[in-house]
C-alpha cells in the first residue's frame, strides 16, 4: 500500500517562510504530476503548485513569485513558502496522481499553515 505523508506546517508570522514536505513510501517512475493544494475556511480546494508530467512547475497567481516547488529524492516533494501572507493561511494538501503512485490518486491528511498578522 503506497503511503504519502506531509509535515512542516505551523504558525508563522506576515513575512516569514515554511517549507513543507511531501514523501511517498513509493512511486512508479518519478515524482513528476505531485502538487500541492491548499484550502482556507469557507472556501474551495485551489491549486498552490504543482510539477507537470512533462517536468514543469505550475503557480498559482496568487502565489507566484513567493513559493517554489521542487524536487528532492525521488520520492519527495517540497514547498518553500516565503514571504508569508495572512491570506496564506489554510491547510495544505499535498497530492500525488495516479500514474505517479503506479496505484491509485492519494491525498495527504493535510497540514495547518497559519500566518499570523
Known amino acids: 500500500q503506497v503511503q504519502l505523508v506531509e509535515s512542516g506546517g505551523g504558525l508563522v508570522q506576515v513575512g516569514g517562510s515554511l517549507r513543507l514536505s511531501c514523501a511517498l513510501s513509493r512511486v512508479l517512475s518519478s515524482t513528476d504530476g505531485m502538487g500541492w493544494y491548499r484550502q482556507a475556511p469557507g472556501k474551495e480546494r485551489e491549486l498552490v503548485a504543482r510539477?507537470?508530467?512533462?517536468?514543469?512547475f505550475i503557480y498559482g497567481d496568487s502565489v507566484k513569485g513567493r513559493f517554489t516547488i521542487s524536487r528532492g529524492d525521488a520520492k519527495t516533494v517540497y514547498l518553500e513558502m516565503n514571504r508569508l501572507k495572512p491570506e496564506d493561511t489554510g491547510v495544505y494538501y499535498c497530492?500525488?496522481?495516479?500514474?505517479?503512485?503506479?496505484?491509485?490518486?492519494?491525498w495527504g491528511q493535510g497540514t495547518q499553515v497559519t500566518v499570523s498578522s
Open positions: 497530492n500525488a496522481p495516479k500514474y505517479v503512485t503506479g496505484s491509485y490518486e492519494l
Open positions: 510539477i507537470t508530467n512533462g517536468g514543469s
